[in-house]
């Protein structure tokens, strides 16, 4: 009876343990129920924000397209109209070119004429002498008209050889126009290529007169910023003595006239169509710079790194 008892009591602590088992299973089941909940939540959540991720990178995505074709356009653009401009900068170099070569011939050709016409009138100036000293002595009593005819022959000589003298500076003059003319364009924007100022004012053939002293100067340029004023000296055929002149003579005669530029650097500049080899290394011995086409292609500074490292380096 007593081995009864104890079994049954002995089933009984089983059964409340069996008991206690089971509800803490079912409160471990409602926490996990909780916690699968929880995470179905985070999981539409997470899906919910990769969505919109998506949908972000996808109007990027358009967004660097559209960038990248508006960019490809304006790239486009620009090489277009580099192009273009190359092209007119060509037309206008080429321009230059055949108006100075056509300026060239020309000179010769009216310098060839102006030669052949003196040769010429020499030598019927020398005919008509030679037939005036025949005919005074074939003949005594003419000679009062013939030394008439020879008076008048020397005042029409004299003449034409005045005549040739003005055509001869005039010509001269013209050439100095021409040379100007096709330098001048040019200069402001080489200075401004080499000595990386801004050119403030620019003219030519400047004249200025301050008391006894005048002078006339062919191009005048000034940088404000840079306190620097270039004078430039055109000539259409350089020679040794041209240069000698410019460096003795005009650039203390502009420093006396223009008191102005006192504080002003100044940088002289010989400038010509053509400059040979012996008056370019002439001018770089003389720290000056010389400005002329660099092959029938540019106006350029033809010794600008000879003359700067000289003066660097005094």
Known sequence: MESVEGRLSEL????????????????????????IESLYEITKENVRSIEELRKSVEELNKS?????????????????NAEKAEKEHEKIWESI??????????????????RENAEK?????????????????????????????????????????????????????????????IIFPATRPVLESYFKCKITYISTNIEKVKGKLEGEFDIVATSDKCK????????????IDYVNEFKEKKL????ELFEEYKDYKLIPI????????????????????????????????????????????T
Do not use: C
Request: proline share 1%; aromatic share 8%.
């Open 12 to 35: 009984e602590e089983m059964l409340k343990e069996l008991m206690a088992g089971m509800l803490m299973l079912q409160k471990s089941n409602n926490e996990m129920s909780k916690n």
């Open 64 to 80: 660097m397209e559209q960038s990248q074709k508006e960019h490809e356009k304006i790239w486009q653009s620009i090489r277009e």
């Open 97 to 114: 070119r055949e108006n100075a070569e056509k300026a060239e011939k020309e000179h010769e050709k009216i310098w060839q004429s102006i």
């Open 121 to 181: 009138a020499e030598k019927e100036h020398e005919k008509i002498w030679q037939s005036i000293r025949e005919n005074a002595e074939k003949s005594s009593k003419e000679n009062e008209k013939i030394l008439q005819r020879i008076d008048k022959m020397e005042k029409n000589h004299e003449k034409e050889i005045k005549r040739f003298n003005k055509e001869w500076g005039a010509l001269s003059n013209k050439l100095g126009t021409i040379v100007e003319d």
């Open 228 to 239: 620097t004023v270039f004078l430039i000296e055109v000539k259409s055929s350089p020679r």
């Open 252 to 255: 203390k005669l502009f420093r």
């Open 270 to 313: 010989f400038a010509s169509l053509r400059i040979k080899s012996d008056i370019l290394k002439y001018l770089t011995k003389q720290n000056i710079y010389a400005m002329a086409f660099r092959e029938w292609e540019y106006m350029d500074l033809l010794n600008f790194k000879q003359v700067y490292k000289r003066l660097k380096d």
